[in-house]
Every structure is written in C-alpha cells, then in structure tokens.
C-alpha cells in the first residue's frame, strides 16, 4: 500500500517532469516571431537560384564572419553560409564546394551590435532580402536578428533591431536584374538606395 508521503513525492516528481519538459520546450534558440516570419526552408541555394521569389521577405540563414566592411552609416558582414539544424543552430555543409558552401552579406547601422561580435564563432542570422547583391552572386540580408555563438558560452550573445523594416543603402552593390522594385511607403524605413 502506497502512503500519503509516497504519493505526494510521485505527485513532486511527475510535476517537476512536466514543468522541465515544457520549460524546455519554451526556450528556442530563436525568437518564435522571427521563425514565423521566416520563409521556411528558404537556404541560401534558393536565394542565389530565385531572387526575385525572396526580395523583401525574411529568411533564416547561419554563417560564420569572414570579412566586414563599413561605411558612415552601415557595418557590411561578409558570412560564410552554415546551414541551420533544426534548433536553427548552424553547421558545416555536408559539401564543402557546393552552392550551400557559398557567402551572403547582413547589414546593420553602425554601433549597433554588441562589441562581441567577432568573437562570435557562428551565427544564426534573421535578416530581410534586400533584393541586391555584392560580387553578383552574394545575397545581402538587412539584419533583424542575430544570435552569436561564441567559442565558449562566455561569448554567446544576441542582438535584435528595433526596426524590422529598415533598408540600408548599399555601396556598391547590384539590384537583382529581373527583381519587381518592392513599393515602399513612408514610414519609418530608411536609406532606400538601391541602384535604381
């Protein structure tokens, strides 16, 4: 015969079971709006293939920092791709050379990410297609979200725009040739000069 105490511990225990469980299920390694933003499954493939199917929407991508330039107003990060596993973590290609081996640009207004960053050994990236390129193949992202990833956990960090529809201005850069211009309105948006 089971006591009172006994049931009582069972009772603690499978209640501190349910509570870790959806605890852990609560806490994603990206913000649950900007995965519903997100196109899915978009990969930098798709990006380079289609463009225009992109220009303007929200995309997912990893990547480790591999060059950066800046400008007055932009910091330009060059990202070597690192797909993303499903706890949008990124990773190595399977392929080294293939397309998924390829680089992509985020932008985002100066002295606006944490000092960090170039520590950050890979990076979970939610940006908004820009609908321009660099080196004409390279994708630029106007970064919403960034999630670092340092070597060790001291280095982990996170950074989120307070403008999810800003635009930077980008030097140099190419508008995808058969792209629709996307419509703009008024608002708070910035810097929409893209080549045209």
């Not at 511990?9 to 900007?34: D, E, I, M, Q």
């Not at 899915?40 to 929407?57: F, I, M, N, S």
């Not at 050379?97 to 944490?114: C, D």
């Not at 403008?163 to 211009?181: C, E, I, K, M, W």
């Amino acid at each position: 015969m089971i006591t009172c105490g006994r049931l009582q511990r069972r009772a603690f225990c499978v209640l501190l079971a349910v509570n870790l469980t959806l605890a852990a299920a609560g806490c994603s390694k990206v913000p649950r709006h900007y995965v519903r933003m997100a196109e899915r499954d978009a990969t930098l493939t798709d990006l380079v293939a289609h463009p225009e199917k992109y220009d303007g929407k929200v995309v997912m991508l990893g990547g480790t920092l591999i060059e950066e330039e800046a400008n007055e107003q932009y910091i330009w990060l060059r990202l070597k791709n690192r797909p993303l596993d499903q706890d949008y973590m990124p990773n190595r290609p399977a392929d080294l050379s293939g397309s998924e081996a390829g680089s992509y640009w985020v932008a985002v207004e100066k002295n606006q990410l944490p000092q960090t960053y170039r520590e950050w050994a890979r990076m979970t990236v939610a940006g908004r297609v820009t609908g321009t390129t660099r080196f004409e193949t390279e994708p630029v992202l106007a970064l919403l979200y960034v999630r670092g990833w340092g070597v060790d956990g001291k280095h982990h960090g996170v950074w989120e725009h307070a403008d999810p529809n800003y635009q930077p201005t980008l030097p140099g850069g190419s508008r995808y040739p058969n792209a629709p211009q996307p419509a703009y309105g008024t608002g708070t948006q910035r810097g929409y000069g893209f080549g045209r």
